[in-house]
């Protein structure tokens, strides 16, 4: 299994700042993705982030606004840019430990995110 | 593109029941299906993972079953407790990619 924190849990931010949120896993992993689940919406993925490569992002994201770092195999930020209300959410980090029909995907504890 | 829906949305039920909830996709060609049960504040956890080529899985009181050319899939409850509440959610992977498409969740209630 795997172990994933974030940091922060929750923020509350003024309308056009940034805020970065920080995913850590207690073990190695290749990929990291990044979800976002709106008020009442599903889970969204965001981006795959891949140690050592540029992110790939899903259509509807862009680099610009969600800007994500991936320094080691362990850890991975992500940037939410000049925020809106629109951007309250809750965003998770999550990865997949294997690489067949049984691999199973685990999740941090999700940082929520209001933006005023 | 895949679409993954849940139903229903919300639903409430007294403590001892037995409960089943309902996740259908649209596209058949999938990878594996999981169930995830979300609690406020602790993100998801992984319930039960069904591969394309399974019928079903079950873990305890819980027991899931797959039926890929309809593209349907249920999670049964046995006995439910109040420590059930929390909201469900169903996810596929398709073929071969690790992302998941996620439907919008079941919020369950048991009372005691």
């Known amino acids: 299994s795997a172990v994933i924190s974030q940091k922060p849990s929750r923020d509350i931010c003024q309308r056009g700042t940034s805020l970065t949120i920080q995913c850590q896993v207690d073990?190695?992993?290749?990929?990291m993705f990044w979800y976002r689940q709106q008020p009442g919406q599903s889970l969204t993925l965001i981006a795959t982030a891949n140690q050592g490569s540029e992110a790939t992002y899903e259509s509807g994201f862009v680099i610009d606004k969600f800007p994500i770092s991936r320094p080691n195999l362990t850890f991975s930020t992500l940037t939410v840019s000049n925020m809106s209300p629109e951007d309250s959410s809750i965003y998770l980090c999550?990865?997949?430990?294997?690489?067949?029909?049984?691999?199973?995907?685990?999740f941090g504890p999700g940082t929520r995110l209001t933006v005023l | 593109k895949q679409e993954v829906t849940q139903i229903p949305a919300a639903l409430s039920v007294p403590e001892g029941e037995n409960l089943v909830l309902n996740c259908s996709f649209t596209d058949s060609a999938i990878y594996n299906l999981q169930w995830f049960r979300q609690d406020p504040g602790k993100g998801l956890t992984s319930l039960l993972l069904i591969q394309s080529s399974q019928r079903e899985q079950t873990s305890g009181r819980l027991n899931a079953s797959l039926d890929k050319s309809s593209g349907r899939s249920t999670l049964y409850i046995a006995a439910s407790q109040p420590g059930d509440s929390a909201t469900y959610l169903c996810?596929?992977?398709?073929?071969?990619?690790?992302?998941?498409?996620f439907g919008k969740g079941t919020m369950l209630l048991v009372s005691p």
């Open positions: 996810a596929v992977t398709n073929s071969g990619y690790s992302t998941l498409t």
């Open positions: 073990s190695q992993v290749t990929m």
């Open positions: 999550s990865v997949t430990l294997g690489t067949g029909p049984t691999d199973t995907q685990y």
